[in-house]
């Protein structure tokens, strides 16, 4: 089984930064792909930013620019770095680890973004 712990979610004025870690744990084998999923009210979850064990990395063109992802292998530990943030960004960001085909998900951390 594979545990996946977000932080760092909470309120921000639009043009701010916020910083997701996700902390992943139990069995984790090399190889595999890591992402950042958000899910908006009346909205279906979408793919914001993934990352593979190699670093290989693609975005949501509405956040190209302005968020980053990484990862720390030896940490098994997730990053989402956003800045400018728009009142769009609102939303419910989870965890994502995609192992032998199986998907892993973390509790999710909420992101909201005045104006």
């Known amino acids: 089984q594979v545990q996946l712990v977000e932080s760092g979610g909470g309120l921000v004025q639009a043009g701010g930064s916020l910083r997701l870690s996700c902390a992943a744990s139990?069995?984790?084998?090399?190889?595999?792909?890591m992402g950042w999923y958000r899910q908006a009210p009346g909205k279906q979850r979408e793919l914001v930013a993934a990352i593979t064990s190699g670093g290989g990395t693609n975005y949501l063109d509405s956040v190209k620019g302005r968020f980053t992802i990484s990862r720390d292998n030896a940490k098994n530990t997730l990053y989402l770095q956003m800045n400018s943030l728009k009142p769009e960004d609102t939303a419910v960001y989870y965890c994502?680890?995609?192992?032998?085909?199986?998907?892993?998900w973390g509790q999710g951390t909420q992101v909201t973004v005045s104006s």
């Open positions: 139990g069995r984790i084998y090399s190889g595999n792909a």
């Open positions: 994502n680890l995609r192992q032998y085909s199986l998907d892993y």
